[in-house]
Protein backbone atom coordinates (compact mmCIF):
# COMPACT_ATOMS: atom_id res chain seq x y z
CA UNK A 1 0.00 0.00 0.00
CA UNK A 2 1.37 3.29 -0.84
CA UNK A 3 0.63 6.63 1.58
CA UNK A 4 0.18 9.67 -0.46
CA UNK A 5 0.30 12.66 1.34
CA UNK A 6 -2.14 15.93 0.80
CA UNK A 7 -0.59 19.19 1.32
CA UNK A 8 -3.81 21.44 1.49
CA UNK A 9 -6.41 20.39 3.88
CA UNK A 10 -9.67 19.27 2.53
CA UNK A 11 -12.73 17.78 3.96
CA UNK A 12 -14.41 16.30 0.82
CA UNK A 13 -13.32 12.64 0.51
CA UNK A 14 -13.52 13.03 -3.69
CA UNK A 15 -10.71 16.05 -3.20
CA UNK A 16 -8.62 13.91 -0.54
CA UNK A 17 -8.16 11.00 -2.83
CA UNK A 18 -7.95 13.01 -6.30
CA UNK A 19 -4.33 12.56 -7.04
CA UNK A 20 -4.21 9.00 -5.35
CA UNK A 21 -7.26 8.36 -7.80
CA UNK A 22 -5.33 9.31 -10.86
CA UNK A 23 -2.46 7.59 -10.17
CA UNK A 24 -4.39 4.20 -9.40
CA UNK A 25 -6.09 4.70 -12.45
CA UNK A 26 -3.25 4.85 -14.78
CA UNK A 27 -0.72 2.95 -12.74
CA UNK A 28 -2.86 0.37 -10.90
CA UNK A 29 -1.70 1.13 -7.39
CA UNK A 30 -3.30 0.80 -4.12
CA UNK A 31 -3.60 4.09 -2.60
CA UNK A 32 -4.34 5.21 0.70
CA UNK A 33 -4.42 9.53 0.82
CA UNK A 34 -4.38 11.66 4.04
CA UNK A 35 -4.63 15.69 3.96
CA UNK A 36 -2.37 17.34 6.66
CA UNK A 37 -4.73 19.88 8.55
CA UNK A 38 -5.27 23.04 8.57
CA UNK A 39 -3.64 24.75 5.86
CA UNK A 40 -6.98 25.24 3.06
CA UNK A 41 -4.87 26.81 0.66
CA UNK A 42 -2.20 24.26 0.47
CA UNK A 43 1.17 25.36 0.10
CA UNK A 44 1.64 28.76 -1.79
CA UNK A 45 4.63 30.58 -0.73
CA UNK A 46 7.67 29.96 1.94
CA UNK A 47 5.73 30.69 5.05
CA UNK A 48 2.99 28.33 3.89
CA UNK A 49 5.75 25.51 3.35
CA UNK A 50 7.38 25.67 6.69
CA UNK A 51 4.29 25.60 8.33
CA UNK A 52 3.60 22.34 6.37
CA UNK A 53 6.91 20.82 6.73
CA UNK A 54 6.72 19.65 10.56
CA UNK A 55 3.00 18.19 9.48
CA UNK A 56 4.00 16.23 6.42
CA UNK A 57 7.31 14.87 8.45
CA UNK A 58 4.31 13.49 11.21
CA UNK A 59 1.89 12.36 8.55
CA UNK A 60 5.00 10.45 6.57
CA UNK A 61 5.94 8.43 9.44
CA UNK A 62 2.22 7.67 10.50
CA UNK A 63 1.71 6.10 7.44
CA UNK A 64 5.22 3.91 6.84
CA UNK A 65 4.08 2.95 11.01
CA UNK A 66 0.86 1.37 9.38
CA UNK A 67 2.43 -0.22 6.95
CA UNK A 68 2.77 1.48 3.46
CA UNK A 69 5.64 0.70 1.62
CA UNK A 70 6.20 3.85 0.18
CA UNK A 71 5.32 7.61 0.55
CA UNK A 72 4.35 9.82 -2.09
CA UNK A 73 4.20 13.58 -0.83
CA UNK A 74 2.16 14.85 -3.90
CA UNK A 75 3.67 18.74 -3.56
CA UNK A 76 5.70 20.23 -6.58
CA UNK A 77 7.79 21.28 -3.51
CA UNK A 78 9.07 18.49 -2.63
CA UNK A 79 8.30 19.82 1.04
CA UNK A 80 9.84 17.78 4.19
CA UNK A 81 10.96 14.87 1.34
CA UNK A 82 14.52 14.88 2.34
CA UNK A 83 13.73 14.62 5.82
CA UNK A 84 11.47 12.14 5.40
CA UNK A 85 13.88 9.98 3.83
CA UNK A 86 16.43 10.45 6.43
CA UNK A 87 14.18 9.27 8.95
CA UNK A 88 12.33 6.07 6.77
CA UNK A 89 13.59 3.26 5.18
CA UNK A 90 11.31 2.87 2.71
CA UNK A 91 10.93 5.44 -0.81
CA UNK A 92 9.89 8.82 -0.57
CA UNK A 93 8.92 10.34 -4.04
CA UNK A 94 8.09 13.98 -4.37
CA UNK A 95 6.06 15.39 -6.98
CA UNK A 96 9.02 18.34 -7.87
CA UNK A 97 11.91 15.85 -7.82
CA UNK A 98 9.51 13.37 -9.74
CA UNK A 99 8.46 15.93 -12.43
CA UNK A 100 12.12 17.09 -13.04
CA UNK A 101 13.69 13.88 -12.97
CA UNK A 102 11.07 12.87 -15.91
CA UNK A 103 12.09 16.13 -17.60
CA UNK A 104 16.12 15.24 -17.74
CA UNK A 105 15.23 11.62 -18.78
CA UNK A 106 13.81 13.06 -22.69
CA UNK A 107 16.70 15.75 -22.39
CA UNK A 108 14.64 18.71 -23.67
CA UNK A 109 15.07 22.12 -22.68
CA UNK A 110 12.17 22.66 -19.94
CA UNK A 111 10.03 26.10 -19.14
CA UNK A 112 8.00 25.52 -16.23
CA UNK A 113 4.84 26.97 -14.85
CA UNK A 114 3.63 27.18 -11.49
CA UNK A 115 1.59 28.59 -8.47
CA UNK A 116 4.49 30.58 -6.49
CA UNK A 117 6.45 33.40 -7.17
CA UNK A 118 9.84 32.10 -7.91
CA UNK A 119 10.12 28.55 -9.56
CA UNK A 120 10.21 26.33 -6.74
CA UNK A 121 13.94 25.35 -5.66
CA UNK A 122 13.81 21.86 -6.21
CA UNK A 123 12.84 21.88 -9.98
CA UNK A 124 15.26 24.58 -10.40
CA UNK A 125 18.15 22.75 -9.18
CA UNK A 126 17.67 19.78 -10.77
CA UNK A 127 16.78 20.78 -14.06
CA UNK A 128 20.05 22.73 -14.06
CA UNK A 129 20.99 23.78 -17.70
CA UNK A 130 17.98 22.08 -18.67
CA UNK A 131 15.57 24.98 -17.40
CA UNK A 132 14.43 27.46 -19.36
CA UNK A 133 12.05 29.65 -17.71
CA UNK A 134 9.54 29.97 -15.45
CA UNK A 135 6.25 31.55 -15.41
CA UNK A 136 3.23 32.01 -13.22
CA UNK A 137 0.04 32.31 -15.63
CA UNK A 138 -1.70 35.90 -14.75
CA UNK A 139 -3.60 36.03 -11.78
CA UNK A 140 -3.05 32.52 -10.28
CA UNK A 141 -2.00 33.02 -6.10
CA UNK A 142 -2.91 29.45 -5.24
CA UNK A 143 -4.07 25.92 -6.62
CA UNK A 144 -8.03 27.09 -6.32
CA UNK A 145 -7.18 30.05 -8.47
CA UNK A 146 -6.53 27.44 -11.34
CA UNK A 147 -10.43 25.81 -11.18
CA UNK A 148 -11.23 28.99 -12.60
CA UNK A 149 -11.78 29.24 -16.18
CA UNK A 150 -9.76 33.04 -16.86
CA UNK A 151 -7.51 31.10 -14.61
CA UNK A 152 -7.29 28.21 -17.17
CA UNK A 153 -6.92 30.49 -20.33
CA UNK A 154 -3.84 32.57 -18.41
CA UNK A 155 -2.05 28.84 -18.19
CA UNK A 156 -2.21 28.44 -21.80
CA UNK A 157 -1.26 31.79 -22.19
CA UNK A 158 1.89 31.12 -20.27
CA UNK A 159 2.90 28.18 -21.59
CA UNK A 160 2.88 29.34 -24.97
CA UNK A 161 4.93 32.68 -24.13
CA UNK A 162 7.29 29.61 -22.67
CA UNK A 163 7.56 27.91 -25.66
CA UNK A 164 8.02 31.01 -27.74
CA UNK A 165 11.48 32.15 -25.49
CA UNK A 166 12.49 28.63 -26.22
CA UNK A 167 10.83 26.14 -24.71
CA UNK A 168 11.21 22.23 -26.08
CA UNK A 169 8.44 20.29 -23.46
CA UNK A 170 7.07 22.37 -20.07
CA UNK A 171 6.78 21.17 -16.38
CA UNK A 172 3.61 22.02 -14.17
CA UNK A 173 5.09 22.94 -11.14
CA UNK A 174 1.85 22.24 -9.16
CA UNK A 175 -0.07 19.47 -8.26
CA UNK A 176 -3.35 21.21 -8.80
CA UNK A 177 -2.91 21.63 -12.72
CA UNK A 178 -2.85 17.67 -12.74
CA UNK A 179 -6.15 18.07 -10.80
CA UNK A 180 -8.15 20.57 -13.41
CA UNK A 181 -6.08 17.75 -16.39
CA UNK A 182 -3.95 21.00 -17.68
CA UNK A 183 -2.94 18.50 -20.41
CA UNK A 184 -5.91 17.94 -21.81
CA UNK A 185 -6.90 21.85 -21.67
CA UNK A 186 -3.67 22.17 -23.43
CA UNK A 187 -3.39 19.44 -26.01
CA UNK A 188 -7.14 21.15 -27.20
CA UNK A 189 -5.22 24.42 -27.46
CA UNK A 190 -2.80 22.78 -29.84
CA UNK A 191 -0.01 22.72 -27.54
CA UNK A 192 2.29 19.91 -29.27
CA UNK A 193 5.32 19.87 -27.14
CA UNK A 194 5.92 17.37 -24.17
CA UNK A 195 3.49 18.10 -21.20
CA UNK A 196 5.10 16.89 -17.68
CA UNK A 197 2.36 16.89 -14.73
CA UNK A 198 3.64 16.38 -11.89
CA UNK A 199 0.99 14.41 -10.48
CA UNK A 200 1.77 11.82 -13.35
CA UNK A 201 5.50 11.62 -13.22
CA UNK A 202 4.96 10.91 -8.83
CA UNK A 203 2.97 7.97 -9.64
CA UNK A 204 5.26 7.04 -12.40
CA UNK A 205 8.14 6.75 -10.42
CA UNK A 206 5.35 4.86 -7.49
CA UNK A 207 4.73 2.78 -10.32
CA UNK A 208 8.89 1.33 -10.08
CA UNK A 209 9.57 1.21 -6.68
CA UNK A 210 6.04 0.00 -5.28
CA UNK A 211 6.75 -3.13 -3.60
CA UNK A 212 3.90 -4.70 -6.38
CA UNK A 213 6.46 -4.13 -9.14
CA UNK B 1 5.74 3.37 -32.77
CA UNK B 2 9.73 3.56 -30.69
CA UNK B 3 12.51 2.63 -32.25
CA UNK B 4 14.64 0.36 -29.94
CA UNK B 5 18.49 0.56 -31.27
CA UNK B 6 20.66 -2.49 -30.02
CA UNK B 7 24.65 -1.50 -29.30
CA UNK B 8 25.37 -5.39 -29.90
CA UNK B 9 25.01 -7.18 -33.56
CA UNK B 10 22.36 -10.35 -33.24
CA UNK B 11 21.15 -12.11 -35.79
CA UNK B 12 18.64 -14.07 -34.24
CA UNK B 13 15.32 -12.31 -34.01
CA UNK B 14 14.77 -13.55 -30.76
CA UNK B 15 17.71 -11.58 -29.60
CA UNK B 16 16.97 -8.38 -31.42
CA UNK B 17 14.27 -8.64 -29.95
CA UNK B 18 14.78 -9.45 -26.07
CA UNK B 19 14.89 -6.08 -24.60
CA UNK B 20 11.87 -4.25 -26.64
CA UNK B 21 9.94 -7.39 -25.81
CA UNK B 22 10.20 -6.81 -22.11
CA UNK B 23 9.56 -3.57 -22.10
CA UNK B 24 6.56 -4.58 -24.54
CA UNK B 25 5.09 -7.06 -22.35
CA UNK B 26 5.37 -4.67 -18.84
CA UNK B 27 4.35 -1.26 -20.72
CA UNK B 28 2.54 -2.30 -23.56
CA UNK B 29 4.64 -0.24 -26.00
CA UNK B 30 4.73 -1.05 -29.56
CA UNK B 31 8.18 -1.52 -30.48
CA UNK B 32 10.65 -2.06 -33.59
CA UNK B 33 14.56 -2.97 -32.48
CA UNK B 34 17.36 -3.00 -34.69
CA UNK B 35 21.17 -3.52 -33.74
CA UNK B 36 23.98 -2.18 -35.35
CA UNK B 37 26.42 -3.97 -37.55
CA UNK B 38 29.53 -5.69 -36.74
CA UNK B 39 29.77 -4.92 -33.31
CA UNK B 40 29.51 -9.07 -31.71
CA UNK B 41 30.37 -8.18 -28.18
CA UNK B 42 28.85 -4.32 -28.17
CA UNK B 43 30.40 -2.14 -26.25
CA UNK B 44 31.95 -2.51 -22.95
CA UNK B 45 35.19 -0.19 -23.19
CA UNK B 46 36.22 3.29 -24.93
CA UNK B 47 37.47 1.93 -28.28
CA UNK B 48 33.98 -0.62 -28.86
CA UNK B 49 31.62 3.12 -27.71
CA UNK B 50 33.77 5.49 -30.27
CA UNK B 51 33.17 2.75 -32.79
CA UNK B 52 29.40 2.54 -32.13
CA UNK B 53 28.60 5.96 -31.83
CA UNK B 54 28.29 6.89 -35.77
CA UNK B 55 26.51 3.83 -36.28
CA UNK B 56 23.86 4.25 -33.59
CA UNK B 57 23.50 8.14 -34.96
CA UNK B 58 22.77 6.89 -38.35
CA UNK B 59 20.30 4.36 -37.46
CA UNK B 60 18.42 6.43 -35.07
CA UNK B 61 17.86 9.29 -37.80
CA UNK B 62 16.85 6.63 -40.06
CA UNK B 63 14.05 5.44 -37.27
CA UNK B 64 13.11 8.76 -36.95
CA UNK B 65 12.92 9.08 -40.79
CA UNK B 66 10.58 6.28 -41.03
CA UNK B 67 8.52 7.07 -38.59
CA UNK B 68 8.96 6.56 -34.76
CA UNK B 69 8.02 8.85 -32.64
CA UNK B 70 10.73 7.84 -29.80
CA UNK B 71 14.02 6.23 -30.08
CA UNK B 72 15.70 4.31 -27.52
CA UNK B 73 19.59 3.86 -27.18
CA UNK B 74 19.31 0.46 -25.13
CA UNK B 75 22.68 1.00 -23.73
CA UNK B 76 24.23 2.26 -20.00
CA UNK B 77 26.61 4.00 -21.70
CA UNK B 78 24.25 6.31 -23.22
CA UNK B 79 26.62 6.35 -26.50
CA UNK B 80 25.25 9.04 -28.80
CA UNK B 81 22.23 9.53 -26.76
CA UNK B 82 23.64 13.70 -26.54
CA UNK B 83 24.08 13.73 -30.20
CA UNK B 84 21.44 11.98 -31.79
CA UNK B 85 18.99 14.89 -29.24
CA UNK B 86 20.73 17.30 -31.44
CA UNK B 87 19.69 15.80 -34.33
CA UNK B 88 16.17 14.61 -34.12
CA UNK B 89 13.38 16.12 -32.51
CA UNK B 90 11.87 13.24 -31.03
CA UNK B 91 12.52 12.15 -27.46
CA UNK B 92 16.01 10.30 -27.39
CA UNK B 93 15.68 7.51 -24.09
CA UNK B 94 19.34 6.33 -23.09
CA UNK B 95 19.53 3.42 -20.75
CA UNK B 96 21.83 4.69 -18.29
CA UNK B 97 20.60 8.59 -17.82
CA UNK B 98 16.85 6.55 -17.31
CA UNK B 99 18.07 4.18 -14.41
CA UNK B 100 20.30 7.27 -12.98
CA UNK B 101 17.37 9.23 -13.06
CA UNK B 102 14.88 6.30 -11.47
CA UNK B 103 17.67 5.82 -8.69
CA UNK B 104 17.01 9.48 -8.07
CA UNK B 105 13.55 9.92 -7.85
CA UNK B 106 14.06 7.36 -4.79
CA UNK B 107 17.03 9.39 -3.03
CA UNK B 108 18.67 6.39 -1.59
CA UNK B 109 22.56 5.79 -1.84
CA UNK B 110 23.14 3.65 -5.33
CA UNK B 111 25.82 1.29 -5.36
CA UNK B 112 26.27 0.33 -9.49
CA UNK B 113 27.29 -3.25 -10.89
CA UNK B 114 28.73 -3.25 -14.70
CA UNK B 115 30.94 -5.16 -17.37
CA UNK B 116 33.23 -2.30 -17.59
CA UNK B 117 36.74 -1.26 -16.02
CA UNK B 118 35.06 2.58 -14.71
CA UNK B 119 31.23 3.04 -14.08
CA UNK B 120 29.77 4.55 -17.08
CA UNK B 121 30.41 8.21 -16.99
CA UNK B 122 26.46 9.20 -17.84
CA UNK B 123 25.50 7.50 -14.59
CA UNK B 124 28.36 8.57 -12.43
CA UNK B 125 27.86 12.00 -13.37
CA UNK B 126 23.86 11.65 -12.78
CA UNK B 127 23.96 9.85 -9.74
CA UNK B 128 26.45 12.90 -7.96
CA UNK B 129 26.64 12.72 -4.75
CA UNK B 130 24.03 9.51 -4.48
CA UNK B 131 26.69 7.18 -6.34
CA UNK B 132 28.05 5.05 -3.28
CA UNK B 133 30.34 2.89 -5.21
CA UNK B 134 31.46 0.53 -8.53
CA UNK B 135 31.75 -2.28 -9.12
CA UNK B 136 32.03 -5.03 -12.18
CA UNK B 137 31.77 -8.31 -10.81
CA UNK B 138 34.86 -10.92 -11.22
CA UNK B 139 35.32 -12.49 -14.52
CA UNK B 140 32.74 -10.20 -16.15
CA UNK B 141 33.95 -8.10 -19.33
CA UNK B 142 31.28 -8.53 -21.57
CA UNK B 143 27.57 -8.76 -22.06
CA UNK B 144 28.23 -12.49 -22.91
CA UNK B 145 29.75 -13.70 -19.39
CA UNK B 146 26.76 -12.68 -17.77
CA UNK B 147 25.23 -15.54 -19.72
CA UNK B 148 27.36 -18.55 -17.40
CA UNK B 149 26.82 -19.61 -14.36
CA UNK B 150 29.68 -18.31 -12.43
CA UNK B 151 28.68 -14.92 -13.97
CA UNK B 152 25.62 -14.64 -12.00
CA UNK B 153 27.27 -16.04 -9.04
CA UNK B 154 29.98 -13.07 -9.42
CA UNK B 155 26.96 -10.68 -9.83
CA UNK B 156 25.20 -11.84 -6.48
CA UNK B 157 28.67 -11.15 -4.87
CA UNK B 158 29.57 -7.99 -5.90
CA UNK B 159 25.56 -6.48 -5.11
CA UNK B 160 26.16 -8.01 -1.66
CA UNK B 161 29.65 -6.11 -1.57
CA UNK B 162 28.25 -2.71 -2.61
CA UNK B 163 25.65 -3.55 0.03
CA UNK B 164 27.93 -3.82 2.89
CA UNK B 165 29.73 -0.68 1.63
CA UNK B 166 26.67 1.08 1.99
CA UNK B 167 24.66 1.19 -0.84
CA UNK B 168 21.02 1.25 -0.48
CA UNK B 169 20.21 0.64 -3.63
CA UNK B 170 21.73 -1.34 -6.72
CA UNK B 171 21.39 -0.29 -9.88
CA UNK B 172 22.46 -2.67 -13.74
CA UNK B 173 24.93 -0.83 -15.42
CA UNK B 174 24.67 -3.14 -18.38
CA UNK B 175 21.24 -4.35 -20.25
CA UNK B 176 22.64 -7.51 -20.19
CA UNK B 177 21.69 -8.15 -16.48
CA UNK B 178 18.21 -7.09 -18.05
CA UNK B 179 19.01 -9.52 -20.50
CA UNK B 180 19.71 -12.35 -17.94
CA UNK B 181 16.79 -11.52 -15.37
CA UNK B 182 19.42 -10.36 -12.74
CA UNK B 183 16.45 -9.02 -10.83
CA UNK B 184 14.94 -12.61 -10.20
CA UNK B 185 18.59 -13.87 -9.78
CA UNK B 186 19.15 -11.03 -6.41
CA UNK B 187 15.88 -11.41 -4.78
CA UNK B 188 15.91 -15.29 -4.99
CA UNK B 189 19.45 -14.82 -3.15
CA UNK B 190 17.34 -12.96 -0.36
CA UNK B 191 18.91 -9.12 -1.81
CA UNK B 192 15.91 -6.82 -0.74
CA UNK B 193 16.97 -3.27 -1.38
CA UNK B 194 15.52 -1.26 -4.80
CA UNK B 195 17.15 -2.80 -7.75
CA UNK B 196 17.20 -0.68 -10.92
CA UNK B 197 17.37 -2.64 -14.41
CA UNK B 198 18.09 -0.18 -16.87
CA UNK B 199 16.17 -1.76 -19.22
CA UNK B 200 13.09 -1.52 -16.95
CA UNK B 201 14.16 2.18 -16.41
CA UNK B 202 14.61 2.93 -20.00
CA UNK B 203 11.11 1.75 -20.52
CA UNK B 204 9.22 3.11 -17.54
CA UNK B 205 10.45 6.27 -19.38
CA UNK B 206 9.19 5.54 -23.14
CA UNK B 207 5.98 4.97 -21.62
CA UNK B 208 5.46 8.12 -20.44
CA UNK B 209 7.00 10.14 -23.21
CA UNK B 210 5.42 7.82 -26.19
CA UNK B 211 2.52 9.09 -28.09
CA UNK B 212 0.23 6.41 -27.23
CA UNK B 213 0.90 7.94 -23.38
Do not use: W
Given at each position: ?71 I ?20 IG???S ?103 E??FA ?7
Amino acid sequence: MIGLIRVITFSDVKLINYHGNLIRNKYNLSIVSECIKNQDKGIHDDVTERKAVPKIIDLGKRMADSGCDLIIVSCAADPAVKQLRSRIDIPVIGAGSSASLVALANGKRTGVIGITEEVPAIIKETLGVHFQGYLRPDGIDNTNDLLSKSGQEACVQAVKQLISGGAEQILFACTGMGTINLKDILNANHIEVPLIDAVDAEGLFASFYSKRN
